[in-house]
């Protein structure tokens, strides 16, 4: 799947991306209790389409700048205006080399 293909609020089978930027991660309070580790990124596909990229928790440490990464079963939102990317509840995270 390419960035052009993605919709918000629906899943894709999979999508490589090289990260050309990974921002610093920020502790949040999760809606529901608790806190949690984000991590914002911008990945970029073979055509040079992006998409921002939200790892979570022990995610945040698979992947830096320059690097390729492979989410299988992920979800795609939108946040203002803007597409995200993450595993969701059950998708899987893989570094390429």
């Known amino acids: 799947m390419k960035v052009s293909d993605l ?3 629906n899943n894709f089978d999979e999508l ?3 990260i050309i930027e990974k921002n610093e991660p920020r502790d ?3 809606r529901f209790g608790g806190s949690a580790r984000v991590c914002d990124l911008i990945g970029e596909d073979e055509d040079g389409n992006t998409v921002q990229v939200t790892l979570w928790n022990d995610e945040i440490g ?3 700048a320059n690097e390729t ?3 299988t079963d992920g979800w795609v ?3 203002d205006n803007q597409l995200q990317v993450s595993t969701g509840r059950n998708g899987k995270l893989e570094k390429i080399s």
Request: charged residues 40%.
């Open 28 to 30: 949040v309070t999760r």
């Open 16 to 18: 490589v991306l090289k």
């Open 7 to 9: 919709k918000a609020n």
């Open 77 to 79: 939102k939108e946040w």
């Open 62 to 64: 698979i992947i830096e």
């Open 69 to 71: 990464l492979k989410i």
